[in-house]
């Protein structure tokens, strides 16, 4: 069984589009995480979430939105879309507690707007 | 501004010799280290963790050392084999009082294990 998963593994869509790409863990993970990787290879946050608070890093556009409907799943919504959202995206989980701040991480979501 | 670095982009090694990985950090609020590896189009995954009160965390083939002064860690891999040829990422997180902290990875090191 898959920790962590993400549909789809592909997206190519038109610029002005809107898209959501869905995320699921059945870990029993209180807390869900949204990655970036871009052209550079860097992976950097862009949000963490848990049933308490959403914590969104501030170089994100507010173009992306989170949206949970339930523990097991973190999904990111992203309106207008531009070039430069072309990346990999990565959804991951952890407890969240001290001492087990591991995160796992889906397979990654490949985006392509042109 | 990188707060984690990881200087080599690759690194050739002979199978059965040992490998290593190293990682530089400058945000002295990092508490949790870990190293993930990463074959391409899959997902990071987790290999081996250390809280920063120890130096030293050991799991089968694996260990990682950590020098807080130095603000330094790696990644020993002995002996290494043609399964360990992937990307490897170091990462950081400011994570002591628990909570929703995001990683910060490095660059990532191409490891090729060479027959």
């Known amino acids: 069984d898959t920790a962590v998963s993400q549909t789809p593994k592909y997206l190519v869509t038109q610029m002005g589009n809107d898209k959501s790409i869905k995320c699921e863990q059945n870990?029993?993970?209180?807390?869900m995480y949204w990655y970036k990787q871009d052209s550079k290879k860097f992976l950097k946050i862009m949000f963490s979430?848990?049933?308490?608070?959403?914590?969104i890093n501030e170089t994100v556009p507010n173009r992306f939105s989170p949206k949970s409907p339930d523990k097991a799943h973190l999904n990111l919504h992203i309106n207008s879309l531009e070039l430069g959202d072309s990346a990999v995206y990565f959804c991951?989980?952890?407890?969240?507690?001290?001492?087990?701040?591991?995160?796992?991480f889906g397979p990654g979501t490949r985006l392509l707007v042109l | 501004d990188q707060q984690v670095k990881q200087n080599s982009p690759s690194l050739s090694v002979q199978e059965g010799r040992i490998s290593i990985l190293n990682c530089d950090y400058t945000?002295?609020?990092?508490?949790?280290f870990l190293w993930y590896k990463k074959y391409p189009a899959e997902g990071p995954t987790f290999l081996i963790s250390?809280?920063?009160?120890?130096d030293k965390n050991e799991d089968g083939r694996f260990t990682v050392f950590l020098n807080k002064s130095a603000k330094h860690l790696s990644l020993h891999i002995v002996p290494s084999q043609p399964g360990d040829s992937a990307v490897y990422f170091c990462?950081?997180?400011?994570?002591?009082?628990?909570?929703?902290?995001?990683?910060?990875f490095g660059k990532g090191t191409h490891l090729i294990i060479q027959p």
């Open positions: 870990l029993g993970h209180d807390t």
């Open positions: 979430y848990n049933n308490k608070e959403l914590i």
């Open positions: 991951a989980s952890s407890q969240g507690l001290p001492g087990q701040e591991t995160q796992y």
């Open positions: 945000n002295s609020m990092f508490d949790y």
């Open positions: 990462a950081a997180s400011e994570n002591s009082g628990g909570g929703a902290d995001g990683l910060t």
């Open positions: 250390i809280s920063s009160i120890k």
